[in-house]
């Protein structure tokens, strides 16, 4: 099965910092990988999706990007953080099945 | 589109109660169906599925029937413990090649001893 793996595991950041955070995994190759966010209390919403190396479908026009400069590797991005970018970021693989498998997410505290 | 739609939370239980979380869901074609579980500061991660009509997923006590008649996926579990305190999650893959799953907005559950 796929293993994900997601770092750091918690970030506090000013407004106007920029960010970087990274997703990788194990156990697949060519995986079809996703970024959510999850605020407060709240459910999942997709960010980024990616179907292979350099190709990334934006979701929500936003303040933020994302990568895919290797096969398994998944990078969400911020030029200048907001207050509203706070949240939990959760990446998440599916290879060759309808079945979801997730890391165990960033915590990001923007002040 | 695609929706799910399940029941507000939080649900609070005692130890032993039966839990029904609902879920209903709006699709083309044949969706498969799913629950996640997150338990608290960690990713989400499968409970159980079901990929086809009067389909019934099951693992760990929990048990959920995919009902097309009344595009409905409930979970179920006839004796909750205080370790299934958790957020529970509806989702919906539609097939087909789709990339996307759709997910519910999460139930959380509490159960107190």
């Known amino acids: 099965s796929q293993t994900i793996h997601q770092w750091p595991a918690t970030l506090v950041q000013p407004v106007g910092s920029p960010l970087s955070l990274e997703c990788t995994v194990e156990?697949?190759?060519?995986?079809?990988l996703y970024w959510y966010r999850q605020a407060a209390g709240r459910g999942l919403q997709l960010l980024f999706y990616?179907?292979?190396?350099?190709?990334i479908s934006s979701e929500v026009p936003q303040n933020l990007s994302a990568s895919r400069p290797q096969d398994r590797q998944f990078i969400l991005s911020s030029k200048k953080l907001l207050l509203s970018d706070s949240g939990f970021y959760l990446c998440?693989?599916?290879?060759?099945?309808?079945?979801?498998?997730f890391g165990p997410g960033t915590r990001l505290t923007v002040l | 589109g695609d929706s799910v739609t399940q029941m507000e939370g939080p649900v609070t239980l005692s130890e032993e109660a039966f839990l029904t979380i609902n879920c209903t869901y709006t699709?083309?074609?044949?969706?498969?169906l799913f629950w996640y579980v997150q338990y608290p500061g960690e990713g989400l991660q499968l409970l159980l599925k079901a990929t086809k009509a009067d389909d019934k997923g099951s693992n760990k006590g929990f048990e959920a029937t995919y009902r097309k008649e009344t595009t409905s996926f409930h979970l179920e579990k006839g004796s909750v413990q205080v370790s299934d305190s958790a957020v529970y999650f509806c989702?919906?893959?539609?097939?087909?090649?789709?990339?996307?799953?759709?997910f519910g907005t999460g139930t959380k559950l509490q159960v107190i001893p």
């Open positions: 699709a083309t074609g044949y969706p498969s």
């Open positions: 989702a919906l893959h539609p097939g087909g090649g789709y990339q996307k799953v759709t």
């Open positions: 156990g697949t190759s060519n995986p079809n």
């Open positions: 998440a693989s599916t290879r060759g099945t309808d079945t979801q498998y």
């Open positions: 990616s179907v292979g190396i350099g190709q």
